[in-house]
């Protein structure tokens, strides 16, 4: 029988119930969605099999691409035509060769050298977060006072937003995030959108030496798909990392003997960090939608055309065919094949930005408040159990 999906979390540090379940009885399995049916995708080796198959698209506009599904309604003529005006540059949702030829202008951001000059600016960022929470009193919400403004910032340093207009940068990734709705939403994507065209159009009158200068110089796309690219950093970045440093803290707080050695010895910060992700699994599913686009056997199903799959992340990050008693948080443990950062030629194009964004950031914090303290049991804190990235909304510390 077919598996309703998706199912909610019930536990903050633990997949779905159901994922255990399924796992077990197939590494692909037949789901029923709001409206209508896909392939879901449980296990670790199969999840890599269809991430890097060349048969399976990622696009939402590839017949059968079941992420349109999920909502109860089907989409109106003014949804899909105000989407497919955002559609450009955002190349997460492209196909090769459409998205290598946008991949592969960023790849140079990304490399290693550059995560490595970006580290003392990070530090710096993460140090006055920590001063302006400590110079505030004894306790703080470390959502709102940490978590959203760093990778926010992050972003700036990594676009060269202006110093000057980096507190309205903030504010509005801010709102983006923590909207009640969709019209707020909304309005903060048009409000962001509208930020970025003009930040564009200040390097494409002044190429400055940074990654928006860079790119305008090469003249490889139009200033809308320049926008579009710009605004896929942002919304990858923010979010995932947002809901990462919570997470992270809260579990550490949660496992004190683990944080001792962590502060003991600062060489199990990169062992640490990966356990995290694949611990919290926060995009699960929600990245993961794709469509066959040929007849495909896969974990001894046959798959046509026109299917569509959701590969569970938070499923393969748990599959204990490759990580030994998964639902333990354990920062000595081999986590780095976790598909946490995706795998195949989507996989996560920031993620070594992010591996150390989330290492300067938990090993300041608990360097600098090792008393750290959370202020409430886990039953009291309010998880996003709904949302398609895991996290939690506040997070009350005091030191
Ligand atoms: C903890 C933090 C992060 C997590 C868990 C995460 C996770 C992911 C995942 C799962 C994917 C693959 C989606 C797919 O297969 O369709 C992805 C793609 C991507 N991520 Fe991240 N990400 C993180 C941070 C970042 C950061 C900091 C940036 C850049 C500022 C970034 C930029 C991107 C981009 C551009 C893609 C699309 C790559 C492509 O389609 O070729 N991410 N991320």
């Given at each position: 029988m077919a598996q309703d999906f998706p199912v909610q979390r019930t536990c903050p540090f633990a997949p779905p119930a159901e994922y255990a379940k399924l796992r077990d009885e197939a590494p692909v399995v037949r789901a029923k969605l709001p409206r209508g049916e896909a392939w879901l995708v449980t296990r670790w080796?199969?999840?890599?099999?269809?991430?890097?198959?060349p048969a399976i698209s990622t696009a939402t506009t590839t017949p059968g691409s079941p992420k349109p599904l999920m909502s109860p309604d089907p989409p109106t003529p003014e949804m899909l035509e105000e989407l497919a005006g955002q559609r450009h540059g955002v190349f997460i949702d492209m196909d090769p060769p459409e998205h290598t030829r946008y991949r592969k202008l960023l790849i140079p951001e990304f490399s290693y050298r550059r995560i490595k000059e970006m580290q003392p600016g990070m530090q710096a960022t993460a140090d006055r977060l920590i001063d302006d929470m400590l110079a505030q009193g004894t306790q703080a919400d470390l959502v709102e006072a940490?978590?959203?403004?760093?990778?926010?910032?992050?972003?700036?340093?990594?676009?060269?937003?202006p110093y000057s207009e980096r507190e309205f940068f903030q504010n509005s990734t801010r709102r983006l995030l923590t909207a009640?709705?969709?019209?707020?939403?909304?309005?903060?994507?048009?409000?962001?959108?509208?930020?970025?065209?003009g930040l564009v159009a200040e390097a494409e009158r002044a190429p400055g030496d940074d990654l928006l200068g860079r790119l305008v110089t090469a003249r490889a796309v139009p200033h809308e798909d320049m926008v579009g690219m710009m605004f896929l950093l942002l919304v990858a970045g923010h979010e995932t990392t947002a809901n990462m440093l919570p997470l992270s803290v809260l579990s550490l707080v949660r496992h004190p003997d683990q944080l001792r050695?962590?502060?003991?010895?600062?060489?199990?910060?990169p062992g640490a960090v990966e356990e995290l992700l694949r611990f919290h699994s926060i995009v699960d599913w929600a990245g993961?939608?794709?469509?066959?686009?040929?007849?495909?056997?896969i974990g001894g199903r046959k798959l046509g055309a026109g299917d569509g799959i959701f590969v569970l992340g938070a499923s393969a990050n748990h599959d204990e065919r490759v990580f030994p008693d998964p639902d333990r948080f354990d920062i000595h443990r081999e986590a780095r094949p976790h598909v946490a950062f995706g795998y195949g030629i989507h996989q996560c194009l920031g993620q070594n930005l992010a591996r150390a964004e989330l290492e300067i950031a938990l090993r300041t914090l608990f360097e600098r408040i090792p008393g750290l303290r959370v202020d409430a049991p886990d039953e009291e804190?309010?998880?996003?159990?709904?949302?398609?990235?895991f996290g939690v909304d506040a997070l009350p510390v005091s030191w």
């Open positions: 080796a199969e999840a890599r099999q269809v991430l890097s198959s940490f978590a959203l403004p760093l990778p926010s910032l992050v972003i700036c340093q990594l676009l060269g937003v009640p709705d969709e019209v707020g939403q909304m309005a903060a994507v048009g409000e962001l959108r509208e930020f970025l065209s050695q962590l502060l003991d010895d600062p060489g199990l910060w993961f939608d794709r469509a066959a686009t040929q007849d495909i056997e804190l309010s998880f996003k159990y709904s949302a398609t990235v």
